[in-house]
């Protein structure tokens, strides 16, 4: 992933970059490491509007995306240690947002088949717990989704129902704007392999959005 | 007249809403978001739970517990003496 840290620590950029990451991060990363608060700082101030809207487009909830990203950065300051630069700075903190993001996902999916289940044996008129969220709707009227907005949520539903890596593949290159390289970067996987989810990702979602597009 | 000339082709749709995509706003924390991580990072570490659970740590359910494992595991005293066949060098009269 590129370097886009300008970072004004001036006591901390005199550090020999370790391979695979590119100076600034280097300098970040050494500052982390020796504990200082500034960096830590400057690091959340750099990347926590990335970070929050990744896992917002994962998640589809404000209070969940905060608590993720939050988790991202509380990992971020107490695993800094173990940094080797093996990937760079950006990379690692997209590949812990988008995992944690997922693994939240599959959290509230799993709360949403136990709360189903239980309903079952309870009384129908039992207030849906504040926890779990609704499964937005995806069967609005067609003469409606030929607006735009309505067009985007729908969008949005049918990219949450893409297996996972799909889905974080298609949000980080079209929400965040990421290249082919860096989504391979933070998916831990090859070009060609991004290439084939977002070549699969994009054929599913037209093929399901097709019918609601003004056209048919 | 039919306007289906001016009908955007699926692939014209596809284009404008992959472009309204990513012309959303980004979403954003709300404000204040390094006050509260870092309220969160000096926030004191709640216990970690005993390994055991709470029920099994109270006395009265340990005895108890007790009590049934070694009713359990009895050591053949309940259990009527093992008596060989005498072809098999054993004693048909049962040891005292």
Redesign the interface.
């Known amino acids: 992933m590129a370097c886009s840290l300008p970072l004004l620590l001036t006591d901390d950029l005199q550090v020999d970059a370790p391979s695979g990451i590119c100076s600034a991060d280097a300098a970040l990363v050494a500052a982390l490491q020796r504990g200082s608060e500034a960096a830590f ?1 400057a690091l ?2 750099q990347y ?2 990335r970070i ?2 990744t896992v ?2 994962l998640l589809q909830n ?1 209070e969940e ?2 608590d993720v ?2 988790e991202v ?2 990992e971020v ?1 107490q695993t800094i240690a173990r940094f080797r630069g093996e990937a760079t700075l950006g990379t690692w903190l997209y590949r812990l947002a988008t995992s944690r993001a997922l693994k939240s996902l599959r959290k509230a999916r799993a709360q949403k088949r136990f709360a189903f289940l239980t309903s079952l044996l309870s009384q129908p008129d039992n207030p849906r717990p504040d926890n779990i969220r609704p499964e937005p709707p995806d069967h609005a009227h067609p003469l409606a989704l030929l607006e ?1 907005q309505q ?2 949520q729908l ?1 949005r539903v049918q990219v949450a129902r893409l297996p996972e890596q799909q889905q974080v593949a298609f949000l980080l290159r ?2 965040q ?1 990421l290249s082919y390289e860096q989504i391979a970067a933070v998916l831990g996987t090859s070009l060609s392999a991004v290439e084939s989810l977002l070549f699969r990702a994009r054929q599913t979602l ?1 093929k399901r ?2 019918p609601h ?3 048919a | 007249m039919p306007d289906s000339a001016f ?4 692939d014209e ?2 284009a404008a ?2 472009r ?3 012309a ?1 706003p ?5 404000p204040f ?2 006050a ?2 870092t309220a ?2 000096t926030a004191p570490v709640p216990a970690r739970p005993m390994p055991l659970p709470a029920w099994l740590r109270r006395p009265a359910y340990a005895v108890l517990l007790g009590a049934v494992v070694l009713t359990l595991s009895g050591d053949g005293r309940v259990l009527p003496p093992l008596v060989l066949p005498a072809a098999l060098g054993g004693s048909s009269v049962p040891p005292r």
């Open positions: 700082r959340v101030e926590q509007d929050y809207g917002f487009s404000a995306a905060e990203a939050q950065f509380v300051y735009a067009q985007l969008l079209h929400e704007d037209r959005l097709q597009f003004r056209h | 009908d955007p082709t699926p749709e596809w809403l992959m309204r995509l990513r959303q980004p979403a954003r924390p709300r978001f390094y509260r991580l969160r990072l």
